[in-house]
């Protein structure tokens, strides 16, 4: 396989636009999954997602043109899929499952755009909004986030000369490997790439994810990205994400109904999917009380993905709940996925060896870590959380509360109200990082 000269390939950016995302498939699978079920249960709702900069002390506006922005950004609403791609959908095998996908969705799907955004720029920051019906507005936090986060990453390199980008792309790469002859030494450890949304480029997300399939083989599971399992022949893997208990708790009308919501949206779930993909994300409104909650059916769910709590923490208390419903947390799976970093995925491995199946999701920290690395000072190339979120729905605010209450989103009026009804139990600040 002829491989891409990535250090080359940023110098000789000469042309008058790169585009960063050159597919619709250039996304998380988990939004597809969701796309779906959003398309047949609820088409007619309206959903406003907000791009958001936990990291202020970055001024996003200051480093990215705001022209080259809009740029990549209307280059995407010009995207379709392919034929290829629409016949791929259609055809493979996901989760063990043949047709994932009805045909009645795949054939909207092929007439597919994203819809149209509105970009401000305050006080450093850019202000940008994706308003309209969620079925659309949806597929826009991948790309969108993606296309940041490369523009800050071309940005900082760009008074880079040949060979300052061969030295920094050397040293990536070296750090990369170091991680996964880590990795490689844990039997039995199953790791994915969940990289796409914060990665330093998709270029780079190919080459992380090409290494890994190469450097622990089989244990490497697969990657969030469609676009590369389709390319790289690996499954295609993600199940779904907080804008679902989000919406659904926006649009109630009680507190009652607010309390019940999260299960409502598993049982939306499960009408489209089963299996391995019935796996539960607690912590939109806090872990405590969504397993304080949940009815019993929940335990016979496929597994939980702890996203917002320290993981051995999360982990334990999912386990010790799975034992008080009568389940063995040894027939179960956790998928660990929040800010893991090589350090931590051991530690919890370790930890919850022989106690439960377990997989780790690998986001930021494998895409997009390039601390270290630059010969040239720069604090452009470290990786910020930035995150695009479920604002609105049908005008209603939207909230997250999180295990973190450094990363809840929503009025704060709006949070007060939430934690009255879920309760603020086992909360724990932490710094956020990525």
Not at 168 to 196: C, N, V
């Amino acid at each position: 396989m002829t491989r891409t000269d990535i250090a080359r390939r940023v110098y000789n950016h000469t042309w008058k636009l790169d585009p960063i995302v050159r597919s619709l498939l250039d996304t998380d699978f988990y939004k597809l999954l969701m796309l779906q079920m959003i398309w047949g249960m609820y088409p007619k709702v309206d959903a406003t997602f907000s791009l958001i900069n936990r990291k202020t002390t970055v001024r996003l506006a200051d480093e990215i043109d705001e022209q080259e922005l809009r740029a990549q950004l209307d280059h995407a609403r010009t995207l379709r899929f392919s034929k290829k791609e629409m016949i791929w959908l259609g055809g493979n095998t996901f989760y063990g499952r043949k047709q994932i996908f009805s045909p009645e969705f795949l054939a909207w799907l092929e007439g597919f755009q994203l819809p149209e955004y509105e970009l401000r720029k305050k006080d450093g920051q850019f202000e940008l909004e994706f308003p309209g019906p969620w079925m659309y507005t949806t597929m826009w936090e991948i790309p969108a986030l993606a296309i940041i986060n490369e523009l800050r990453s071309r940005a900082a390199m760009k008074s880079f000369a040949p060979f300052a980008l061969d030295v920094l792309y050397a040293r990536a790469k070296a750090k990369m490997w170091d991680k996964t002859e880590r990795l490689k030494k844990l039997p039995d450890i199953r790791i994915s790439d969940f990289g796409t949304r914060r990665r330093h480029s998709f270029l780079w997300q190919r080459w992380c994810v090409e290494a890994l399939k190469e450097g622990i083989g089989e244990a490497f599971t697969g990657t969030s990205n469609v676009k590369l399992a389709m390319d790289t022949d690996l499954e295609a893997l993600g199940t779904n994400a907080h804008e679902l208990p989000m919406v659904l708790a926006a649009l109630t009308d009680s507190e009652e109904e607010l309390r019940r919501s999260p299960y409502h949206v598993l049982q939306d779930w499960q009408r489209y999917y089963g299996g391995n993909l019935l796996i539960v994300l607690p912590d939109a409104f806090g872990t405590a009380s969504f397993l304080r909650d949940a009815p019993d059916w929940v335990a016979d769910w496929t597994g939980f993905r702890p996203d917002s709590a320290p993981p051995i923490e999360g982990g334990e208390r999912i386990m010790a709940w799975w034992r008080q419903k009568g389940k063995d947390p040894r027939t179960k799976l956790l998928i660990f996925s929040d800010g893991l970093e090589v350090e931590s995925i051991i530690e919890t491995y370790r930890h919850f060896e022989g106690k439960v199946r377990m997989s780790f999701g690998w986001g930021t920290n494998l895409t997009n870590d390039f601390e270290g690395c630059a010969p040239i000072p720069t604090d452009g190339l470290n990786a910020i959380s930035l995150v695009c979120k479920v604002t609105s729905a049908d005008g209603r605010p939207a909230v997250k509360l999180s295990d973190n209450p450094a990363k809840a989103t929503g009025d704060p009026r709006e949070i007060d109200r939430y934690l009255r009804v879920f309760g603020d139990k086992e909360r724990v600040r932490q710094a956020v990082k990525v």
